[in-house]
């Protein structure tokens, strides 16, 4: 089992940034990835950024391209995200995740993922 617990998130006016972190404990794998993923009332789940735990890849969907950077630390066992420059748009609930074995080409979908943490609430007001 993993659990993964979300912090970080709040108001910001747009132009701010915030950095969310995701703790994860329990098991871990030699191929496991962590995703982050956000989605605003009424709208799907959508991939924000991705990161392969061992090799330190990212991945990143071309709205935050720029503007968001994830980033780990092992002794942590921690995952960030960072955002900048954040936009009304921005505003969601953002959840972490973690994959087990999927392979690049599914990192940024959800179906990519097994465990999923409870979720923070950003909000960006213009």
């Known amino acids: 089992q993993v659990a993964l617990v979300e912090s970080g998130g709040g108001g910001v006016q747009a132009g701010g940034s915030l950095r969310l972190s995701c703790v994860r404990s329990?098991?871990?794998?030699?191929?496991?990835?962590m995703g982050w993923f956000r989605q605003a009332p009424g709208q799907e789940r959508e991939f924000v950024a991705a990161?392969?735990?061992?090799?330190?890849?990212?991945f990143y969907s071309d709205s935050v391209k720029g503007r968001f950077t994830i980033s780990k630390d092992d002794a942590k066992n921690t995952v960030y995200l960072q955002m900048n420059s954040l936009k009304p748009e921005d505003s969601a609930v953002y959840y972490c995740a973690s994959s087990i074995d999927a392979p690049d080409s599914q990192l940024t979908s959800r179906w990519g993922y097994f465990y999923w943490g409870q979720g923070t609430q950003v909000t960006v007001s213009s």
């Open positions: 329990g098991r871990t794998f030699s191929r496991s990835a």
């Open positions: 990161l392969r735990w061992s090799s330190g890849t990212t």
